[in-house]
């Protein structure tokens, strides 16, 4: 089973700020040479955002990052002092972060099937809805058990999804200068485009999600939506790999 990291950096700020290409470009290249990663994923807000009949959470968050290792002890190689997943948070490296407030937090990803595969590469520009639990749930087993039972399987029902990802909390020891997160839950929910998810939003299907919504067991905290366009990142081959000092 593999493991995932995701870093997310937000901000409180009236006017959001907005991370630019340059820097977006620069996320990519510091997640493309990081040791151990097998893929990655960098996140950034849909410029039309998502148009979902039961929700409006808010400003999105700047930026996100998903890691995926193969196991624990990779994962926490890059939550060390010396990793370069400290760089985010220097405003030399990504100035457009500059006043934002970064967490992370480990997770064991599962995926679903969907009705039809689709190829994923480099240069494929999907939209994910990206959704996080805080918590704490009343008896996490009870609620996880009713999710993973219920959810994914109508998740499957959207016209043209191309991704399920539900994810569940890791423990882990981390040293990097982001506060660290206690969601009991991420999940996503993956479409070729911001308007494939926002026609499966307003699908029958987001009604069917909705009433089984209601009948999760008990749970405290809420609960975020960020339509975000999605990049994945490949591993570097060996002579490409830039270390960040």
Known sequence: MTVSLFLSFESKAKKQPKLSATDRAGAVALVRGLPGVLEGRVYTPSPKGSKDPYLDDGAPPVLVVQLELENIAALEVLCTLTSAL???????????????????????????????????????????????????????????????????????????IVTIEISSPLGFVTSLPYDVSTSIQRNKVVFESVAKLNAALVSPVRHEMRADFKKFPPYKGGNTHFAMDTRLVLPAESDDIVILA
């Open 86 to 160: 400290r760089h985010f948070a220097n405003p030399y490296y990504f100035p457009s972060l500059a006043g934002t407030t970064g967490r992370h937090q480990a997770f064991a990803p599962r995926r679903y099937p969907v009705p039809e595969e689709q190829d994923e590469d480099e240069t494929t520009n999907w939209c994910s809805y990206l959704v996080e639990y805080e918590g704490p749930a009343e008896d996490w087993n009870q609620w996880m058990t009713h999710y993973v039972g219920h959810h994914p399987f109508i998740m499957a029902k959207f016209p043209e």
